[in-house]
């Protein structure tokens, strides 16, 4: 499956570990995983579970 990102920004835990504000994280981190994005191409595997999600963490 491909996605087409049109946006994508770093979760706010994320800053908090960067910022040494939250401990007991292993590091390092790669910070950035929350995206938007579109599927613009997939492969013949069937997708198993797919759905939007709404929130934050």
Do not use: F, K, N, Q
Not at 12 to 29: C, K, S, Y
Request: proline letters at 9%; glycine letters at 8%.
């Amino acid at each position: 499956m491909r996605i087409r990102v049109s946006a994508c920004s770093v979760c706010r835990t994320d800053l908090h570990v960067l910022d040494g504000e939250l401990t007991g994280r292993p590091l390092p981190i790669i910070p950035g995983h929350e995206i938007v994005g579109r599927i613009d191409a997939s492969t013949e595997m069937p997708v198993l579970a797919l759905e939007p999600l709404s929130g934050s963490d």
